[in-house]
């Protein structure tokens, strides 16, 4: 972890948010401290997460402080823990030109994104782009982004294709906010690569061997090299029927599209 976290050459400025996901117990799919902690720790970053909008052990914020302390995410922050603020959609179709994060969001100057990257009930995947759109969003702003920008209550049903567009213009605006991209990088971990997601208490048990850590300071590029590595790795059948399914490529393509990234990369392999 710290040879691919050395490899971005990226300094973070100020106050250092580390973006996870908690993971929804009993599920212990998450990252666990053994492999992040010891980086989180030298770099004096705070771990950050937001409310789910969906219920179980994460949707109110004591609950949820509850389950990183239990998960060992200390000092964590959960930015919705009292209201949402906005930020601006410089460019997409699908949000309106708005996206609802946790207030506490301003409170940092920087942040790394430490996903564990996995399938997805509703996205397909789940790597850096979601971690930034979805993982950041209130839970009004889940729904909002779930919706395909039509409403901000009610549940986090909604039409595939727009949802896919709304995580790539919701996680346009987070870079956007932090500077362009200047003071935000990327690490995947594609340990445990489940077809579910770490917020599924149950996820299904992986068909995929673990393939490794990946690093950049573009997310779309990031998530794009890890499912060309799914894609050739055995066992990768239900995997891809999962991302097909919900046809997962459109949130790399709307994301290129908009500015967030590019999906085309050079693989560099350390060691």
Request: glycine fraction near 14%; proline fraction near 3%.
């Amino acid at each position: 972890m710290q040879a691919v976290y050395d490899a971005l050459e990226w300094s973070p400025s100020g106050s250092l948010a580390v973006k996870v996901t908690t993971g929804e117990p009993p599920n212990s799919n998450y990252l666990r401290q053994e492999l992040i902690g010891g980086l989180v720790t030298s770099l004096n970053g705070t771990y950050v997460e937001s409310n789910t909008a969906y219920g179980g052990s994460r949707a109110e914020a004591a609950m949820h402080y509850q389950v990183a302390e239990d998960h060992g995410f200390t000092p964590m922050v959960i930015m919705d823990e009292e209201e949402s603020m906005e930020l601006a959609v410089n460019n997409g179709d699908v949000l309106k030109g708005v996206n609802y994060v946790g207030a506490r969001f301003g409170e940092f100057d920087s942040m790394l994104v430490l996903s564990h990257f996995k399938g997805h009930q509703m996205a397909g995947f789940g790597g850096a782009v979601k971690n930034i759109s979805i993982g950041i969003g209130s839970s009004m702003g889940k729904v909002w982004i779930h919706s395909g920008g039509t409403r901000t209550e009610g549940g986090i049903n909604g039409d595939t294709d727009p949802f896919q567009m709304a995580m790539a213009e919701a996680g346009l605006s987070v870079s956007d906010a932090l500077g362009g991209g200047e003071n935000i990088v990327y690490i995947n971990v594609m340990n445990r690569l489940s077809v579910d997601c770490d917020c599924n208490g149950h996820p299904s048990e992986p068909d995929i061997h673990d393939i490794g850590i990946l690093a950049s300071r573009d997310p779309v590029a990031l998530d794009k090299a890890c499912l060309d590595l799914i894609w050739e790795a055995d066992g990768n059948e239900a995997f891809v029927r999962r991302v097909e399914g919900r046809n997962g490529f459109l949130s790399l393509e709307h994301g290129e599209d908009i500015g967030l990234g590019t999906q085309a990369y050079e693989l560099v392999r350390l060691g």
